[in-house]
T-cell receptor, first 114, second 114 residues
Framework: EAQVTQNPRYLITVTGKKLTVTCSQN?????MSWYRQDPGLGLRQIYY???????DKGDVPEGYKVSRKEKRNFPLILESPSPNQTSLYFC?????????????FGNGTRLTVT | AQSVSQHNHHVILSEAASLELGCNYS??????LFWYVQYPGQHLQLLLK??????LVKGIKGFEAEFIKSKFSFNLRKPSVQWSDTAEYFC????????????FGRGTSLIVHP
């Protein structure tokens, strides 16, 4: 089944403790992206990747890192999480043709930083 | 910068009422348009999309949207809503040219009372 898999679904951590949220897709998609969803603010893009070893900042990249060493994986790294990073995070992917392709979303990771 | 505006942030309807959710974008060139739906506790899913041709597009579950180029709009409609349509709805725009990074509106929360 074609899907985007995120782990974990729920994560509670403390300020400053490094964490990684994994994202993997099995559709051979070139484009992958991370979003955070907050009430009243909708979806905001954190980082995106057009292909392996190519990553770019989105609208809200501060406090986050990503890597794209393999086509299928696009982990989101919080080196020193802070409470303002408490949010619902979604990974998404899309085929390389871009304009004609909708995004496929993972099931989300709800992160709480205390 | 390109922006996508969804003017209705919260909509409350009774079952069988008609629905229209507004979406306007600011980019003047060729665009491709999407509506995504997020049911409670779930990830975003594609509802419908417009690339070219007939400006009235039909999606899943009886939804449709009309692209009006002169008004830079892509409003979502459904003649008769059901309780199961309770969800958050996001409009998104891909701009042709560049890297086709999708821009999302802030979302509209729809609650349908039985």
């Amino acid at each position: 089944e074609a899907q985007v898999t995120q782990n974990p679904r729920y994560l509670i951590t403390v300020t400053g403790k490094k964490l990684t949220v994994t994202c993997s897709q099995n559709m051979n998609h070139e484009y992958m992206s991370w979003y955070r969803q907050d009430p009243g603010l909708g979806l905001r893009q954190i980082y995106y990747s057009m292909n392996v070893e190519v990553t770019d900042k989105g609208d809200v990249p501060e406090g986050y890192k990503v890597s794209r060493k393999e086509k299928r994986n696009f982990p989101l790294i919080l080196e020193s999480p802070s409470p303002n990073q408490t949010s619902l995070y979604f990974c998404a992917s899309r085929s390389g043709t871009g304009v004609y392709s909708p995004l496929h979303f993972g099931n989300g990771t709800r992160l709480t930083v205390t | 910068a390109q922006s996508v505006s969804q003017h209705n942030h919260h909509v409350i309807l009774s079952e069988a009422a008609s629905l229209e959710l507004g979406c306007n974008y600011s980019y003047g060139g060729t665009v491709n348009l999407f509506w995504y739906v997020q049911y409670p506790g779930q990830h975003l899913q594609l509802l419908l999309k417009y690339f070219s041709g007939d400006p009235l597009v039909k999606g899943i579950k009886g939804f449709e949207a009309e692209f009006i180029k002169s008004k830079f709009s892509f409003n979502l409609r459904k003649p008769s809503v059901q309780w199961s349509d309770t969800a958050e709805y996001f409009c998104a725009v891909n701009r042709e040219g560049g890297s086709y990074i999708p821009t999302f509106g802030r979302g509209t929360s729809l609650i349908v009372h039985p």
